[in-house]
Structures are given as structure tokens and as C-alpha cells.
Nanobody
Framework: QVQLVESGGGLVQPGGSLRLSCAPSGRTFTRGTTAWFRQSPGKDREFVAA????????RYAESLKGRFTISRDSAKNTVYLQMNTLKPEDTAVYSC????????????????????WGQGTQVTVSS
């Protein structure tokens, strides 16, 4: 089990932007697949976006396409989630997840395929 650390969350006005970061604790993880999920109290965990380190193949939740962008930086050993035009309904705890497997796009949205998880970072969108 590898611990992932998220950062970049906070309070932002509707229409604003945030960039979240995900990095492993004490080791590299520039292999396999890394994803972002989010969850609000009383709601099920929701897939946000995922990226394969090899080739940079991505998948997004259809409802978030165009506003959110996932990317990776091998030199910094970090995966990012750029969130633009934020809405109150985007308020949630955002968690990073990873697996050493090169997931096919059809499996990227399923949290059960990920072995390593971060504790999450709170994103609050409110006026």
C-alpha cells in the first residue's frame, strides 16, 4: 500500500478555479493509472478523471468535460487536476487514487480498480 498526498483544495467563489495536486509519499508512482474521485457527505463517491502515465490517455466524467483537466508531470512525480468555472455542486472532498496497472478506459472510472488512495482535500465552492 502506497500513501498518496493531495493538496490545493480550499474555498473558492463560483466561477473560480483551483488546481489540485497528487503525489506519492516517499516514492515514485509514474507508472500505471492515476485518478481523481470526489465525495460529498451522504453521497456516493463519484469519478472525476483519470490518466495513464504511459501515453497520457485520459478519461473524464461526461458531466465535467470542458471544465476539468487532468495532467501529469513525470519530472515532478505529480498528477494535477485543473478545475475551472467551479460551481457550488462541485463542493466535495477530492481524493487521488492510483494503480500500477495500465487500465483500459472502460475500467478507469471504477474505484475498485485502484489500490492506493490519499486522504483527500476539501474543495468548497460558495459565495
Amino acid at each position: 500500500q502506497v500513501q498518496l498526498v493531495e493538496s490545493g483544495g480550499g474555498l473558492v467563489q463560483p466561477g473560480g478555479s483551483l488546481r489540485l495536486s497528487c503525489a506519492p509519499s516517499g516514492r515514485t508512482f509514474t507508472r500505471g493509472t492515476t485518478a481523481w474521485f470526489r465525495q460529498s457527505p451522504g453521497k456516493d463517491r463519484e469519478f472525476v478523471a483519470a490518466i495513464r502515465w504511459n501515453g497520457g490517455i485520459t478519461r473524464y466524467a461526461e458531466s465535467l468535460k470542458g471544465r476539468f483537466t487532468i495532467s501529469r508531470d513525470s519530472a515532478k512525480n505529480t498528477v494535477y487536476l485543473q478545475m475551472n468555472t467551479l460551481k457550488p455542486e462541485d463542493t466535495a472532498v477530492y481524493s487521488c487514487a492510483a494503480t500500477s496497472n495500465n487500465l483500459i478506459t472502460g475500467n478507469m472510472a471504477n474505484p475498485r480498480f485502484y489500490n492506493d488512495w490519499g486522504q483527500g482535500t476539501q474543495v468548497t465552492v460558495s459565495s
